[in-house]
């Protein structure tokens, strides 16, 4: 800048100019966090209670739809299930006698298993009649491989036992019928017949109908029971890429004849259906969480609001030393997306430990929800820097003069 | 010849009301390098207008302020900040110490906005601290510094950038009268001794007659500038 000076000649005057660096910048943000640590951690709160609500809903239900997903893995998605369904009159179909053999001819099955559900009632002993909802099911030796039943106690009906008047039962069955081992050889009635238990099922997510039913040789319902013979429900296993290819063609073998009256579901995707409505409840949670951090923020607002009119002599003080309007902004904005992302980190670790303790509890696997924990703390800092806006340009346009003045 | 320090001509600050109040009106003044004055005044006489004025913190309505020949009136907001960055000074009767920075941070805030480096900011904080006798108080925080402890700091803060010009606005008003001496002694040293251009505001007669040039505000105007020789101790 030229000046003249009093004597007449021409002087070059650089006038300094105001900067902060970086670093600096941040470090005057934080240092109005680290002189009140009371109030920052009390104002963070606010923040954290809506992260930690908001990781614990996504981090359970991450870890529920793992262990689900897991479940499916193991269990397998490539399941089809072939059920009579309805005549176009409206009444029960039937499967055909030979469905099973004609399905297993189809060249992308892999295996095959079928069952009869019996119309009998099955109870403790022959002198009880109290109605317990329980199912009768026959079965050759093969429903276990396919469906991979386990049994929590004893054995399952295989070649040996299905000629025998035994009977494995459901988990639910077993609870039902208070059986809950068998030690000691107990035993239930099944259409008036005694029938030892030789095994207890453990719980099958994929197929809560046989949990409520007991499982009793097919050679025996038909030989000696005289039951009708036609399955009443076919398990299938395909070759994994081609299940739904091979939808349509299981109606057809299973039925030649009214390949429309026959039902063709996969069992698993109940099981995907679930996944999807514990999203909609994730949606909903995290709506709420979503509230509890805008709370947080207004919270962090007026901490800060109070904060500028506290602290106006540092404000008068800070532009005395050369800060322009931007570097209070700053200052402010970044105190307040500081506490906003504290209140975060707090958040995240108290919603992690929240849903470790859940999964644990439920014997799940963990499913840490990464990106949920980015978008969680680039949301604290999102609304730490809105919150800030206002009491950083209130702390902004303050008179220099009038901020210096002694108070009071 | 030199250009001053800081030159005010017929300068006029309003504040709107009715009718407007005119709490500077057509003061002229001008301060040399190295000088040391005293602005005294009753309360509401404008000296703390003229002070704001001659510190940028507020403008004039008409008239022109000069610093190192620079008219302050044609700056931008953001230039004036530039300004008191590296060409001014203040020291206040508050102090407006961060308590909870040490006492060398306090001082390196001095050129906290001039952009140095921190590494350099606090060693020039050092070198100002040990003008003001505080060289051992280093790492103290201003809780723990007695009043004129705590004065001390804050001249620091306001030397370290070596401005051209030091404001100090009723600098021993929080202060006993020792210990306002020895601030006194201090000012005088660093205009004596370091070439320091001071000017104070002050209401206490006392503490003016002790300065090389006093100049008594009352109405808003300049009532009489008076060479009375010098700072005694």
């Known amino acids: 800048m030229t000046v003249l000076t009093p004597d007449g000649l021409q002087a070059q005057v650089v006038m300094g100019r105001s900067r902060i660096r970086p670093s600096d910048r941040v470090r005057t943000g934080l240092g109005g966090l680290a002189s009140r640590p009371t109030r920052t951690v009390l104002t963070a709160m606010g923040i954290a209670i809506g992260i930690a609500s908001m990781v614990t809903v996504v981090g359970i239900s991450a870890s529920s739809k793992a262990d689900l997903l897991a479940e499916l893995d193991k269990l397998g998605t490539n399941l089809l299930q072939v059920r009579p369904g309805q005549s176009l009159l409206g009444e029960s179909s039937q499967l055909p006698i030979e469905a099973e053999p004609m399905i297993s001819e189809v060249g992308t099955v892999t295996d095959t298993a079928g069952i009869t559900a019996i119309d009998t009632d099955v109870s403790r002993n022959i002198y009880d009649s109290t109605p317990n909802g329980l199912d009768v099911v026959a079965t050759d030796g093969h429903l276990d491989d396919i469906l991979q039943l386990e049994p929590k106690y004893g054995r399952l009906i295989d070649e040996q036992t299905q000629t025998l008047p035994v009977a494995v039962l459901g988990s639910v069955a077993g609870e039902r019928l208070i059986i809950n ?66 939808r349509p063609v299981l109606a057809r073998s299973a039925n030649p004849a009214a390949s429309s009256e026959v039902d063709v579901s996969r069992p698993s995707d109940a099981l995907e259906a679930q996944a999807k409505v514990d999203q909609n409840l994730q949606s909903l949670l995290l709506a709420l969480g979503g509230v509890a951090l805008l709370v947080g923020g207004v919270g962090i607002a007026n901490i800060m609001v109070i904060s500028v009119i506290e602290r106006r002599g540092e404000i008068g003080l800070r532009r005395a030393l050369g800060a322009t309007r931007g570097h209070i902004r700053s200052q402010f904005v970044i105190e307040a997306s500081a506490l906003a992302v504290l209140g975060g980190v707090i958040g995240l670790g108290i919603g992690m430990g929240a849903t470790w303790v859940y999964a644990t509890s439920q014997g799940w696997v963990i499913a840490v929800p990464y990106r949920a924990l980015g978008l969680g703390v680039i949301g604290a800092l999102a609304i730490g820097a809105l919150a800030g806006l206002y009491p950083a340009s209130k702390a902004a346009r303050l008179d220099p003069a009038e901020a210096v003045r002694p108070h009071g | 010849m030199t250009v001053p320090v800081i030159e005010l001509v017929d300068v006029v600050r309003t504040y709107p009301g009715e009718p407007p109040i005119n709490a500077l009106d057509g003061v002229t003044l001008s301060i040399s390098a190295r000088e040391m004055i005293a602005i005294i005044g009753p309360s509401g006489s404008g000296k703390s207008t003229l002070l704001n004025i001659m510190g940028t913190l507020d403008r004039s309505s008409s008239g022109s302020v000069r610093i190192d020949g620079v008219d302050i009136v044609e700056l931008t907001e953001r230039q004036l900040c530039g300004v008191r960055a590296t060409r001014l000074g203040f020291v206040f009767q508050s102090f407006h110490l961060i308590e909870t920075a040490t006492v060398v941070e306090n001082v390196a805030n001095g050129l906290l906005y001039q952009g140095l480096s921190r590494r350099s900011r606090n060693l020039r904080a050092l070198d100002a601290l040990e003008l003001v006798g505080l060289g051992d108080r280093a790492s103290t925080k201003p809780p723990k510094l007695s009043g004129g402890q705590r004065q001390r700091v804050a001249i620091a803060r306001a030397i370290v950038a070596k401005p051209s010009l030091i404001l100090a606005d009723e600098p021993t008003g929080n202060l006993d009268s020792r210990t306002s001496a020895d601030i006194l002694a201090l000012l005088d040293d660093l205009n004596r001794v370091h070439d320091a251009t001071i000017a104070v505001i002050t209401h206490d007669n006392d503490v003016a007659d002790r300065f090389q040039r006093c100049i008594r505000m009352r109405d808003g105007k300049i009532e009489n500038q008076a060479h009375t020789g010098g700072v005694s101790s």
Request: charged letters at 20%; zero cysteines.
């Open chain 1, 181 to 246: 081992t068998i030690d000691g050889g107990p035993t239930v009635a099944i259409g008036g017949r005694a029938f030892q238990v030789i095994g207890i099922l453990r719980p099958h997510p994929l197929h809560p109908d046989l949990d409520r039913s007991v499982l009793i040789g097919s050679d025996f319902a038909t030989n000696v029971m005289g039951t009708d013979p036609n399955h009443t429900a076919i398990y299938v296993r395909v070759s994994p890429d081609r299940i739904e290819d091979t």
